[in-house]
């Protein structure tokens, strides 16, 4: 079996671990651990004979109207899709129309996928991604006002005028630092019309204050469309579900090239239900600093891992040693599967990602990780 080139592959995880699928602890794909929420689950069972049955509303009306409310925005702004994976497909084929298109390495391997696929003119421009673990800061600190962030910041801001036939993929937060550039600094790419695509699938993660979403500048900007996903939030990467925010015209464009029923019926009122869960939504706010800082400090405490505390439900790892012999040992001796960055372009075998998860999961994996690193400090 390949190695994976995404994280959840538990059917290769298991065969290296030598056990079944479902006893392994997945810190590899960014999902909520605490989904999905019971509502979801509620409103699947109740409605799940006649939503298996029926086709889908081509439409979408229900969906796109709900989630038009849950961003201030008319629904021929929005356009669900079989994830946001399926929608970077479409913005791919508009961005192949560009006479180049900036792309921020390392990033999520599907912007390569899709981009390759429309044949697209991609210029890559690599980010320091050693720098954020030199500067010892967590990404708020970061964010302050220090050498790196001007760096960081400085990758979009120093980037060429976008002209009208320019194009870039921003993904913010960024998989896979969890850093988060300030909503302005993208906002200073829209004025000259060339498509700016922004990812914001882990935005939610972030408690509304604290968010850097250009969702508000949609409508103000016909050269911007941002993808949104529900599937990491919500834990139904397995029912897809992800959605555009995009001017109408490209929403109509992007319509005609599709099947008609790209989002399953079970996924649309899923993501109806799970939108109005405020409940799970403060509960996810609530755990995630916590979680995340616990187990920030436990990575700290070993010698020979540095990690970088960014914004995001994951956590990315520098280690001394090589990660894949690591993910290797703790598949077979903790079943415990961490993301190795080999598909990551520019951060090979000395990074990790791990998904921050419940509390108790979390030291199972500092346990298992202190097993093989001594503390700081000891001889
Ligand atoms: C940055 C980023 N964008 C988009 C996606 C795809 O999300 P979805 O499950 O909604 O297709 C992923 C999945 O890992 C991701 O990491």
């Known amino acids: 079996m390949l190695r994976p080139k995404h994280g959840g592959n538990l059917s290769w995880a298991a065969a290296v671990a030598g056990c079944e699928p479902q006893e392994l602890l997945d810190f590899s794909a960014s999902i909520s651990p605490l989904g999905p929420p019971a509502s979801v689950l509620q409103a699947l069972h109740d409605n799940l004979a006649v939503l298996l049955s029926a086709y889908p509303n081509p439409d979408y009306g229900s969906l796109r109207s709900c989630l038009a409310d849950y961003h201030g925005l008319e629904s021929e702004w929005v356009l669900p899709g079989n994830g946001a994976a399926e929608l970077l497909t479409w913005a791919a084929r508009d961005l192949a129309g560009c006479d180049r298109v900036y792309f921020l390495t390392p990033g999520f391997g599907d912007y390569g996928r899709s981009l390759r696929a429309f044949g697209a003119k991609v210029e890559h421009r690599p980010l320091a991604v050693d720098s954020l673990f030199d500067s010892g800061l967590s990404d708020l ?43 302005e600094v993208v906002r200073s790419r829209l004025d000259q019309g060339g498509l700016v695509v922004v990812d914001e ?15 508000g500048w949609v409508q103000a900007f016909p050269n911007l469309v941002v993808l949104r996903s529900l599937t990491k939030f919500y834990s139904l990467a397995g029912l897809r579900l992800g959605y555009a925010l995009l001017h109408p015209q490209r929403a109509e464009r992007w319509q005609q090239w599709r099947d008609p029923w790209p989002v399953n019926g079970l996924a649309a009122i899923a993501a109806e239900v799970a939108l109005k869960d405020l409940a799970f939504q403060q509960q996810t706010w609530d755990w995630l600093p916590a979680a995340r800082q616990v187990l920030v400090s436990g990575l700290r405490d070993l010698a020979g891992l540095e990690v970088y505390s960014g914004c995001a439900n994951f956590l990315l790892v520098r280690s001394r040693h090589s990660c894949v012999q690591l993910q290797r040992q703790l598949l077979q001796r903790d079943q415990i599967l961490i993301r190795d960055c080999l598909s ?16 108790e999961e979390n030291q199972r994996l500092l346990t298992a990780l202190g097993n093989r690193f001594s503390a700081v400090g000891s001889p």
């Open 141 to 183: 600190e970061v964010r302050a006002g220090t050498d790196v962030a001007a760096n960081w910041g400085d990758a979009i801001a120093t980037l060429p005028p976008l002209g009208p036939q320019d194009g870039m993929v921003l993904n913010n937060p960024h998989n896979p630092t969890g850093y988060l550039w300030g909503a």
């Open 201 to 215: 699938a882990f935005m939610d993660f972030l408690p509304p204050e604290q968010q850097q979403s250009v969702v």
């Open 344 to 359: 990551f372009e520019g951060l090979g075998d000395r990074f990790f990602r791990i998904a921050v998860r419940r509390p």
